[in-house]
């Protein structure tokens, strides 16, 4: 195996550090640098693995002041891996900026498939998998945490997000007060020893986390079912073209041409649209 010189983005372990794959090792011991969310954190998985090499600390607060650097070096010549402190980089860790400024420069950028614990966490979660939203973390402050979990009450996808432990309580809270009997899982410390996958609805998850600490303890994915359609909901688009249509028309007029493009029934768009407040004072 030959290196190209380019960035390379390598998965480590989320836990078990059996868990990283040959090909991850391969570059990670070719490579001529390696860029690392907290250099004393990977050098133990580099020690493990018995690979020498040169570390560049790349975080949160350096990124964007460090991706030229990065870029340069490969430029000369250098081949360059970036790792997170677990799991895939980029994915709620560093990176971003670095992977579009190298894009932007035509510097190639090499995905390694790997360990990731949302995905990891997903994947035995008995949620459905077909189509869900990675959220990340959920803003800190109470106030932008609710409006957030607010906006996502009708998303039909699975949900996903990663948790601090000394949050989980508050969120969790939160999520039952707003989400009421939705199922919830909860995955802890994924790979590891202490592994847990627990589900049940919301308000249930709230009393099953508040009895025993150590279920709030670790690396935490928290995953919620996303909301049941509605059958006899209207298509936002055409929610979209009625609003836009009542700024020029009485509302009724505006409610049968929508319905006519859409194909959607008049009354539901009237009805909806006289909830919404839309201003019939013009109808005939």
């Not at 614990?117 to 402050?141: H, N, Q, V, W, Y």
């Not at 919301?202 to 600490?213: F, N, P, R």
């Not at 006519?260 to 919404?276: D, Q, T």
């Amino acid at each position: 195996m030959q290196l190209i010189p380019s960035l390379y983005i390598v998965p480590t372990p989320i836990g078990n550090l059996g868990d990283i794959t040959r090909r991850a090792v391969e570059v990670l011991g070719m490579v001529d640098l390696i860029a690392a969310e907290d250099t004393r954190h990977s050098a133990i998985l580099l020690n493990h693995l018995d690979i020498k090499a040169s570390l560049f600390a790349l975080h949160d607060h350096n990124e964007q002041q460090k991706a030229d650097v990065l870029i340069a070096k490969v430029k000369q010549g250098l081949s360059v891996a970036l790792i997170s402190d677990a799991g895939t980089p980029l994915i709620s860790d560093p990176g971003y900026h670095l992977v579009t400024r190298c894009r932007e420069a035509g510097v190639r950028v090499v995905p390694l498939p790997g360990p990731c614990a949302a995905i990891t966490a997903l994947s035995a979660a008995g949620l459905p998998t077909d189509r869900f939203a990675f959220e990340g973390f959920l803003p800190a402050k109470e106030k932008a945490r609710d409006d957030k979990l607010t906006e996502l009450l009708g998303e039909t996808r699975t949900l996903v997000f990663y948790e601090a432990p000394r949050r989980l309580l508050d969120t969790m809270a939160a999520i039952a007060r707003l989400y009421g009997e939705r199922q919830v899982v909860v995955a802890r410390e994924l790979t590891k020893t202490f592994e847990t996958i627990h589900s049940l609805p919301a308000t249930d998850m709230l009393t099953w986390l508040g009895e025993d600490d150590n279920r709030c303890r670790g690396e935490i994915v928290l995953m919620l079912a996303g909301a049941r359609p509605d059958p006899d909901a209207l298509p936002p688009e055409a929610l979209r073209t009625l609003a836009l249509l009542q700024k020029e028309l009485p509302l009724k007029k505006a409610a049968a041409l929508t319905a006519e493009i859409h194909g959607v029934k008049k009354n539901a768009l009237y009805k909806e649209g006289l909830a919404r407040g839309l201003d019939c004072s013009d109808e005939e």
